[in-house]
């Protein structure tokens, strides 16, 4: 064979094993690409079935959650309603009739609430003394439409509201306060329902809590104490356009070996800025009929600090209230050391009070049955300072509202 053609037969077939080479390695991309689509869709459309329900599940809760606002508005309406009611007049099977049929028509309206006869709220109105109290119950369900592909077909509706009203509808009852509790001896707060707790101050005497706010009525006090103990110590009393302070006179005392803070309080009061030494017997240093307020020390034993014969009494048209001084001796066994420190007691007693609403402060909320054992919810700017819950003086149409009202 001639070699010229030999030669070109040969750089014939290179130039197409070439060619070929070629496009595979050209199309390799696209074919990586392909197959990695194919992933993703695979993935895509393993995870949509719980992103759907996910997506569904929330939209159900947020129409659960609506078809809820509306059932306890239409529940808080029918104890108002039947309250009212009941006050002006009707007989308690009226007004409990009478609420019980505007309520069911007010939830058959409400879309999405699976109501039925079965499902009927449950409403009782009471009278006695001049005081009606009507409590009121519903439980039903509300249908979802994408939860059930998740087993969730209904979820419950359970919603329950108090009411009541009447001339003394103002909260009655008492409640103390005093500074050493047996949990790291924090100030205990007697609540008026009859409950104990205990919270932790700030013992460095800069910070003041609200313990009682109502219209013009109002107690601010502080803590002192170590890194082991606090206590009540100095306490604010706003009456009216008065202020009570009372404050305890300092004594070097030991603690554990250590010289920490006592007290020696026998009966100094300041009033509106003047200062009352202490003085033997039962002493009234105002007594201000135009606003019901009078303000009495009674010194039973001279000298004698710790003592309950010793206290400050202030009183009101709603509220007494009694500031002592006591004293606590305490002893460690491992080190032989004693300790003797000092605290305010503070009883609190309170008739037909919270004209304006359900009281504030620590020891308020206990009254009107809110439970808030925070500290630092109740923390105010000094020992004037005013809180805003009533701003200050309620009106009458304040006072009118509030003979009927939600008590939970």
């Known amino acids: 064979m001639d070699p010229s053609i030999e030669v070109g037969v040969v750089m014939k077939q290179l130039f197409s094993r070439n060619s070929v080479d070629c496009d595979v390695a050209r199309n390799a991309p696209r074919n990586y690409r392909d197959d990695q689509q194919g ?13 759907m329900g996910l997506i569904a599940f929330g939209i159900d809760y947020s129409r659960e959650n609506a078809v809820k606002a509306k059932v306890s508005a239409a529940v808080d309406a029918a104890a108002l309603s039947a309250t009212s009611m009941a006050l ?58 994408f939860s059930t592909l998740i087993g969730r077909p209904n979820s419950p509706v359970n919603v329950k509201a108090g009411a009541s009203g009447g ?45 009682l706010s109502d219209a013009n009525f109002q107690i601010n006090a502080n803590c002192t104490g170590n890194s082991s103990w606090s206590e009540y110590y100095k306490v604010s009393i706003l009456a009216g356009t008065h202020v009570i302070s009372i404050t305890p006179t300092l004594t070097s005392v030991g603690w554990y070996g250590t010289v920490q803070t006592g007290e020696a309080w026998a009966g100094a009061i300041t009033i509106d800025g003047v200062a009352y030494p202490a003085q033997s017997g039962s002493n009234t240093y105002l007594s201000d009929a135009s606003q019901g307020v009078t303000v009495k020390v009674v010194v039973g034993q001279p000298g004698v600090a710790g003592s309950s014969a010793n206290y400050a009494l202030i009183t009101t048209g709603a509220y007494s209230v009694s500031v002592a001084y006591d004293s606590d001796d305490d002893f460690d066994g491992s080190t032989g050391l004693a300790a003797t420190f000092g605290f305010a007691d503070i009883q609190i007693a309170a008739n037909n009070a919270g004209k304006c609403g359900v009281p504030g402060g620590t020891w308020g909320g206990t009254l009107g049955r809110i439970d808030d054992f925070n500290a630092n919810d109740f923390i105010v700017s000094g020992p004037t300072a005013q809180a805003s819950q009533f701003t200050w003086n309620c009106t009458t149409a304040a006072q009118a509202n509030a003979k009927v009202r939600l008590t939970n």
């Open 39 to 51: 992933s993703v869709a695979m993935f895509f459309a393993l995870s949509i079935i719980p992103i």
């Open 88 to 145: 002006n007049g009707a007989s308690a099977t009226v007004a409990q009739n009478t609420a019980s049929q505007a309520l069911i028509a007010n939830l058959s309206a409400v879309h999405g609430l699976n109501y039925t006869s079965d499902s009927a709220p449950t409403i009782n109105v009471s009278k006695l003394n001049g005081i009606v109290t009507t409590n009121v119950s519903y439980s039903g369900t509300v249908t979802n439409n």
């Open 167 to 211: 001339s003394f509808v103002g909260a009655s009852g008492s409640g103390q306060y005093y500074g050493s509790g047996s949990l790291s001896e924090d100030p205990v707060v007697r609540g008026a329902d009859g409950s104990y707790q205990l919270f932790t101050c700030d013992y460095s005497g800069n910070t003041w809590y609200n313990l």
